[in-house]
């Protein structure tokens, strides 16, 4: 079976909606990030504004790690298919696209020199990134320009560094940043942690100045569910297609992408006039808290129990009855009344985000939202907690549960250099950062057989948390608890038990 090539593309030999022609287009957009969610989201986007000739520039990936689909990009001409399903107003809808916006995709770790041609282009303008909520983060590395940079703040730096030093420092040659990445204050966060690189490495006054007057660091918000590649269906989808593409991404119709930026950039970066849902606003906040309360949320407090319960993907806890409701109980019970909006709004919306998980045609896996789960349930969980303890004095006993169930599922030992975690059903991979996976690792070898003493030790740990869980009303004694009760009756005996 073929694989996708611009000249095919360009003569219409895939029956597939795609920009006319397909060119290799200036590369005006440079993404730190190579993953399923940029790719049918903000590339989607770009392609799709490039279509309807309401933009025209091309986007340059980097891998964010050593290892990633580089080299599967280029393989296959810097093309693949972003595949839309769901359920709009009661209707199924369906939509496919090749996306050929992208103009080049590298691995900075083994070619620096190409990731600095592209951040001293004049051409450039716009900075995309997800490296996932950990990774807008401060380390003190030193400044290393021959070679790429570790920590994605540290990489920005030493590109902005580069541009300025090869353009001057003029207004023009400033860059708008849009970071994805969902933490609150995104892009005033990038900002800070950048000039804090450019202070400790001592680089040249003139350049923080033009950091400072000239490159815009936007907090953005976004919102759709991309689990990637339709692996179950890849080959009947392949046969029906006419083609091959092993970097088919699968996502749902439902996107929004909010941006807190003057209408002067939105009229550089059009993407709203191509009909894509993209809003650009004075204040962000109240859009960030619906969508990370409710929606990711509700995904983190969830889905660890249930992948430990043996399911694995999010239409799976729909489908189970033991499951949602567990998840109706959190969400409606313990997130959404504390959710700062009018009720009529809060309910729907979260209405809205149950019929999305359990859209029919998404398989998203639990396995991978499970990605840096520390994190994300500090930011995406904690506040709903500790605004239910401050009305009620006490810790929700669903939020309690989620994390109990995500200290279970960090639960581990290192095979072949991987941590990883058993459940009936076998063995997975534990993936976070070192730091996480050493105190966890710790904490379960010295108090496996101890609920109360792993709590403590845990939830005092302020470097997992951002403070001491342990000063939070009844978290702990609920916590340990609920890993009592995992251990007698397991995951799924103990979600029975939380509603009953």
């Known amino acids: 079976m073929p694989t996708l090539t611009r000249d095919q593309l360009a ?18 957009v440079l993404q730190v990030g190579d993953g399923n969610f940029l790719r049918g989201f903000v590339d989607w986007m770009v392609d799709v504004a490039n279509g309807a000739g309401v933009y025209r520039g091309g986007v340059a990936i980097a891998q964010p790690l050593d290892q990633g689909v580089a080299g599967l990009l280029t393989a296959q001409d810097n093309l693949y298919t972003v595949l839309l399903r ?4 009661g209707r199924e809808v369906e939509a496919r696209r090749v996306v050929s916006c992208v103009s080049d995709a590298l691995n900075p770790y083994a070619d620096w020199q190409r990731m600095l041609s592209h951040a001293q282009s004049p051409d450039l303008r716009f900075f995309v990134s997800n490296t996932t909520e950990a990774g807008i983060a401060d380390s003190d590395e030193p400044y290393t320009p021959g070679i790429c940079q570790k920590g994605f703040p540290a990489k920005v730096a030493a590109l902005l560094h580069a541009r300025f030093k090869a353009l001057g420092g003029t207004p023009e040659s400033g860059l708008v940043f849009l970071p994805c990445e969902l933490i609150e204050a995104n892009g005033s966060t990038l900002k800070r942690i950048v000039l804090a690189h450019a202070k400790r490495w001592g680089l040249e006054s003139g350049f923080a100045a033009w950091v400072e007057a000239h490159c815009h660091f936007l907090n953005t918000l976004v919102d759709r569910i991309v689990p990637g590649y339709p692996r179950d269906e890849a080959a009947a989808l392949f046969a029906t297609w006419g083609y091959e593409d092993t970097l088919a991404v699968a996502g749902e119709p439902f996107h929004v992408w909010v941006i807190e930026g003057p209408a002067e950039l939105a009229e550089e970066f059009p993407l709203h006039k191509a009909g894509l849902n993209v809003v650009w606003t004075d204040d962000l906040k109240p859009y960030r808290t619906r969508k990370v309360r409710i929606l990711n949320g509700a995904h983190t407090a969830s889905s660890l129990a249930a992948f430990c319960a043996g399911l694995d993907t999010v239409k799976s806890m ?3 009855a033991t499951v949602a409701a567990t998840l109706n109980r959190v969400m409606f019970e313990e997130i959404v009344p504390y959710v700062p909006l009018p009720e009529a709004e809060r309910q729907q919306y979260a209405r809205t985000i149950m019929e999305r998980f359990g859209n029919p045609y998404i398989r998203h896996e639990l396995i991978s939202i499970a990605l840096n789960s520390v994190s994300k349930w500090q930011v995406r969980v904690l506040p709903s907690l500790k605004d239910a303890v401050a009305r009620n004095g006490e810790a929700p006993a669903g939020l309690s549960f989620s994390l109990a169930a995500l200290l279970r599922f960090y639960r581990g030992t290192m095979v072949e250099g991987t941590y990883t975690g058993t459940r009936e059903s076998g063995s997975y991979p534990i993936r976070d950062n070192p730091e996480v996976i050493a105190a966890m690792g710790a904490a379960w070898s010295a108090h496996a057989g101890d609920p109360k003493a792993l709590t403590a030790a845990l939830l005092a740990d ?4 951002g403070e001491d869980l342990t000063r939070i009303p009844g978290l702990a004694v609920r916590v340990a608890d609920a890993l009592a009760v995992f251990e007698a009756k397991g995951m799924r005996g103990a979600m029975t038990e939380l509603v009953a």
């Open 11 to 28: 003569g219409g030999a895939y029956d597939v909606a795609h920009t006319a022609g397909a060119p290799v287009l200036p590369v005006t």
């Open 86 to 89: 769901g359920i709009e107003n």
């Open 318 to 320: 729909m489908d189970d």
């Open 462 to 465: 302020a470097a997992l948390w």
